[in-house]
Structures are given as structure tokens and as C-alpha cells.
């Protein structure tokens, strides 16, 4: 009777521990929103078919779409969360690196000292143009239309000089003789 009286308390209290456990672990993020630190603003970023004005912003904070859902938490301002609002209510959030998406990035090494103008210009143009296909990414996974991203993140058309050929001087130097 002893034994049974043991194993009976023993039960209850391992199962008591394990449902403790289980309720502790739970995660108890709110539903919704929660910023702790707004980085940049709401940007336009286009509009859905059905009208709905589509805007994107960073934050630090933490993001959960439902109960059944899993929570989504930024690390730091240079990790913070991409949120996308549809006609101002958060739909979705994703952690993010914050330098793949800085339109005005850090200049490129061409930009130095003793480097031309034009590279520089060019590498600044080539950087900005990867800076909106990033976005323009963005705004198609938040569902807006082409038109819409083609009127917020216009690509710049880059110049690419022609090579010229292993013939290129002979050819030049045979169409300028005179016979």
C-alpha cells in the first residue's frame, strides 16, 4: 500500500513539473505590434490591386500576426524588423539587415581620393539601382502591382561603355587611309 501511495505522489508531481514546464515556455508575446524603437517612418511602397496603399518601415520591436502564429523579434537597429502596413494596419514583419536596404549607402571606393568623377558616379548609380531592386522585391512580396512599383523605386538606366575589339585600332586606322 506504501508503494502505491509513493508512486501515486511521484505521478502527480512529475506530471505537476512538466505541465509547470510547458506553461512557462509558452510564448506570451502580445498579438500584433510592439515597437520599441521606430528607425525610419512609413515609405510608400506601392498599392495593391484591389487599391490598398502598401507602406514598409523599420523598427525595433516585436511582431506576432496571430495566437497560433510564431513571434518575430529584431536584434538591433542594424537587424530590425521590415514592417508592411496595408492602408496603415501591420500585415506582416521580417528581420531584415538594414544596410541592404539604405538608399543613400556608404560611397563605394571609387569615390575616394585620386578617383575620377565619372566611376564614382557610376558606382553610385550601380548602388542605388541595387538599393531599389531590394525594395522593388519587398514591395512585390507585400503583393502591390508593377505599376505601382515602377511609379516608388524607378531603376536608373546605367551607361556601359563598349569594349572595343582586338581589331579595333586596325579597323580604325584601314577606314581612315586614303587610297
Not at 506553461?23 to 498599392?47: H, Q, Y
Request: net charge negative; proline share 6%; glycine share 8%.
Amino acid at each position: 500500500m506504501a508503494d502505491n501511495t509513493t508512486l501515486a505522489i511521484a505521478v502527480v508531481v512529475l506530471g505537476g513539473g512538466v505541465a509547470w514546464y510547458v506553461m512557462s515556455n509558452r510564448d506570451k508575446t502580445p498579438v500584433g505590434l510592439v515597437v520599441v524603437n521606430a528607425i525610419e517612418g512609413p515609405k510608400p511602397i506601392g498599392e495593391t490591386s484591389d487599391g490598398k496603399a502598401l507602406t514598409a518601415s523599420a523598427v525595433e520591436g516585436t511582431w506576432r500576426a496571430d495566437e497560433d502564429s510564431l513571434s518575430v523579434t529584431s536584434e538591433s537597429a542594424e537587424r530590425p524588423l521590415m514592417v508592411i502596413y496595408e492602408d496603415g494596419t501591420p500585415v506582416d514583419a521580417k528581420v531584415i539587415d538594414m544596410i541592404d536596404y539604405s538608399v543613400t549607402p556608404l560611397p563605394p571606393t571609387e569615390c575616394d581620393e585620386g578617383g575620377s568623377v565619372e566611376a564614382c558616379q557610376e558606382a553610385m548609380k550601380q548602388l542605388s539601382n541595387e538599393a531599389m531592386k531590394i525594395w522593388r522585391a519587398l514591395a512585390k512580396d507585400a503583393g502591390a502591382t508593377e505599376e505601382s512599383i515602377d511609379a516608388n523605386f524607378p531603376l536608373e538606366e546605367t551607361t556601359v561603355a563598349e569594349a572595343e575589339s582586338i581589331f579595333g585600332p586596325m579597323m580604325s586606322l584601314q577606314s581612315h587611309f586614303v587610297w
